[in-house]
């Protein structure tokens, strides 16, 4: 009777080894294909950051905003892309985990982005930034990485503090800034992760 028991005790700590390994498994192969999308976002966000503050600066035409939406247009392709010679990731908890948490930051970057440009443009820079840090801070508590885990409290606290202070077209530059951040967390997961 006690032979049994010390088996089934070995055979839960064995699963618990295997679960354990298979997440670990997976957390290295979504942060193997993270680093790459990281860096594409972040370029993309900081050329487009940057054609717009310059296209409302010389116009001083606020419509230029709209650009904002192509950003999507052009990045989600640009994605699938890079994508297709990606580490093989199975579905998992994290998997599914960081797809919702992407996901949502999405959804609500188009919905803020829509209501705040009529009702309040000037909080519009300070909600983007606030919860695109917090969709990366999560993401880098999701898979265990601190490059990520700062680099979107820098974005979050850091943006959102900056966006108070700036009132001007200005403030598009922080997206500059967010962009360089998203960049070298990119780099930094890369190198972490070859």
Same mark, same amino acid.
């Given at each position: 009777?006690?032979?049994?028991?010390?088996?089934?005790?070995?055979?839960?700590?064995?699963?618990?080894?295997?679960?354990?390994?298979?997440?670990?498994?997976?957390?290295? $192969?979504?942060?193997?294909? =993270?680093?790459?999308? %990281? @860096?594409?976002?972040?370029? #993309?966000?900081?050329?487009?950051? +940057? /054609?717009?503050?310059?296209?409302?600066?010389?116009?001083?035409?606020?419509?230029?905003?709209?650009?904002?939406?192509?950003?999507?247009?052009?990045?989600?392709?640009?994605?699938?892309?890079?994508?297709?010679?990606?580490?093989?990731?199975?579905?998992?908890?994290?998997?599914?985990?960081?797809?919702?948490?992407?996901?949502?930051?999405?959804?609500? $970057?188009?919905?803020?982005? =829509?209501?705040?440009? %009529? @009702?309040?443009?000037?909080? #519009?820079?300070?909600?983007?930034? +606030? /919860?695109?840090?917090?969709?990366?801070?999560?993401?880098?508590?999701?898979?265990?990485?601190?490059?990520?885990?700062?680099?979107?409290?820098?974005?979050?606290?850091?943006?959102?503090?900056?966006?108070?202070?700036?009132?001007?077209?200005?403030?598009?530059?922080?997206?500059?800034?967010?962009?360089?951040?998203?960049?070298?967390?990119?780099?930094?997961?890369?190198?972490?992760?070859?």
């Amino acid at each position: 009777m006690e032979n049994n028991i010390e088996n089934k005790e070995m055979t839960a700590q064995q699963s618990l080894g295997i679960i354990t390994e298979m997440m670990n498994n997976s957390r290295r $192969a979504i942060l193997q294909n =993270s680093g790459k999308h %990281f @860096i594409l976002w972040g370029v #993309l966000l900081m050329v487009m950051s +940057l /054609v717009i503050y310059e296209l409302i600066h010389v116009t001083r035409d606020p419509i230029w905003n709209m650009l904002w939406f192509a950003m999507p247009l052009i990045g989600f392709p640009m994605a699938h892309f890079i994508g297709k010679n990606k580490v093989e990731v199975p579905q998992s908890v994290i998997s599914k985990q960081l797809h919702g948490i992407w996901l949502a930051y999405c959804v609500f $970057a188009v919905v803020i982005s =829509s209501v705040f440009m %009529f @009702i309040a443009p000037q909080c #519009l820079t300070l909600i983007i930034i +606030l /919860v695109f840090g917090f969709a990366e801070c999560i993401s880098g508590i999701s898979l265990k990485n601190w490059a990520m885990i700062v680099g979107g409290f820098i974005i979050g606290v850091g943006g959102a503090i900056a966006a108070i202070v700036l009132r001007s077209e200005a403030q598009l530059l922080l997206f500059t800034l967010c962009g360089l951040i998203l960049l070298v967390s990119g780099l930094i997961v890369k190198s972490q992760n070859k």
